[in-house]
């Protein structure tokens, strides 16, 4: 285990579901981050959270919708959700959005959510 | 658009040699330089960064950086087949960008 914990590992719905995933840090970190892994092309940052307080949204569709309770939990919400939109789910933490020259700064992630989109 | 680019590979090596993977950005303002190893089916994990030009060593892994060139590489000595998988290259701005990275295949 990483620390960074990811529940379903698996998830397949409809494209009128709703599902959520969810991600949970042990690490203190105070930055946390929802990525997409698509086959052969580069992780895709979707969100970023620092301090509870959601700082980026890289232009994503609103049909998935971030919500950051507190610093350790991490939620993606997913509704009428497309074929195209099946892939990993990666969600990672970091310990500060803007420490960037700690040895210490590489972002740790979960194991991931594989999302198929039916 | 900052974009990190990798060779995919895949890349085959013998065991016991040297791998070497390249990477180069296009923001050059970028600081923060990282490797992380992604095995099949599981998520990446750090395995190297670097800030300063030059090279900077692990254990078997050496990451070089060239700000001037644009250009991060890893070079994995003594290659073992527990080496083989992905190897994603990151860098830092404001956000972390990632390369689409390339297939490490180290045969006994």
Redesign the interface.
């Known amino acids: 285990e ?1 620390g960074v914990t990811q529940t379903p590992r698996h998830l397949v719905m409809g494209m009128t579901n709703k599902k959520s995933l969810k991600c949970e840090q042990h690490l203190g970190h105070n930055a946390m ?1 929802w990525y997409k892994q698509s086959a ?4 895709e ?1 979707m969100f ?1 959270y620092n301090f509870k307080e959601q700082t ?1 949204n890289n232009s994503v569709p609103s049909r998935f919708s971030p919500e950051c309770p507190n610093s350790s939990h991490l939620f993606l919400h997913l509704h009428t959700l497309q074929p195209e939109d099946s892939a990993l789910y ?1 969600c990672a933490s970091s310990q500060d959005w803007l420490k ?2 700690s ?1 210490n ?8 959510t594989r999302l198929t989109v039916v | 658009q900052k974009e ?1 680019e990798q060779n ?1 590979g895949p890349l085959s090596v013998p065991e016991g040699a040297i791998a070497s993977l390249n990477c180069t950005y296009s923001d050059r303002g970028s ?2 330089f ?1 490797w ?1 190893r992604q095995y099949s089916g ?5 395995i190297m ?1 670097i ?1 300063s030009n030059g090279d900077k060593e692990d254990g078997r892994f050496t990451a070089q950086l060239n700000k001037a060139s644009q250009y991060v590489s890893l070079l994995i000595r003594d290659s073992q087949p527990s080496d083989s998988a992905t190897y ?1 290259c990151a860098v ?1 701005d404001n ?7 390339t297939r490490l295949t180290v045969k006994p």
């Open positions: 990483t981050y052969k092309k580069p992780l940052l970023v980026e990666l960037q020259f040895d700064y590489g972002y740790t992630f979960g194991s991931g | 990190v995919s600081q923060s990282f992380y599981k998520s990446p994990e750090l960064s800030y994603l830092r956000d972390m960008r990632f390369g689409a990275g």
